[in-house]
């Protein structure tokens, strides 16, 4: 079992910036893959970013150059750093942690922050 808590939501203005923080507990957090995807009103939640196990990273176009994940396996963390940042990046922002063992899935979710982008 893998408890997931994500922290650094909050208000930004158009072209700011915000990090998102993603606490992982109970497992051997070096062995997951952790995402963050985001869920705006009205939409499907869509994977923002995701970095391996082995730390390769891969983004969609809709925030590759502004947004960078990373993990300090140290720290059992990953961050989102999220620069110029656009209203339409308005969502709920959850971090996903995942890793298979075999045939099975062991998959966890956050329970979400909320970032705002407006002025």
């Known amino acids: 079992q893998v408890q997931v808590v994500e922290s650094g939501g909050g208000l930004a203005q158009p072209g700011g910036s915000l990090r998102l923080s993603c606490l992982a507990s109970?497992?051997?957090?070096?062995?997951?893959?952790m995402g963050w995807y985001r869920q705006a009103p009205g939409k499907q939640r869509e994977l923002v970013a995701v970095?391996?196990?082995?730390?390769?990273?891969n983004y969609p176009e809709s925030v590759k150059g502004r947004f960078t994940i990373s993990r300090d396996n140290a720290k059992n963390t990953v961050y989102l750093q999220m620069n110029s940042l656009k209203p339409e990046d308005t969502a709920v922002y959850y971090c996903?942690?995942?890793?298979?063992?075999?045939?099975?899935?062991?998959?966890?979710w956050g329970q979400g922050t909320q970032v705002t982008v407006s002025s």
């Open positions: 970095i391996t196990s082995g730390s390769s990273t």
């Open positions: 996903n942690a995942e890793k298979y063992s075999g045939p099975l899935l062991y998959n966890y």
């Open positions: 109970g497992s051997i957090f070096r062995d997951y893959a």
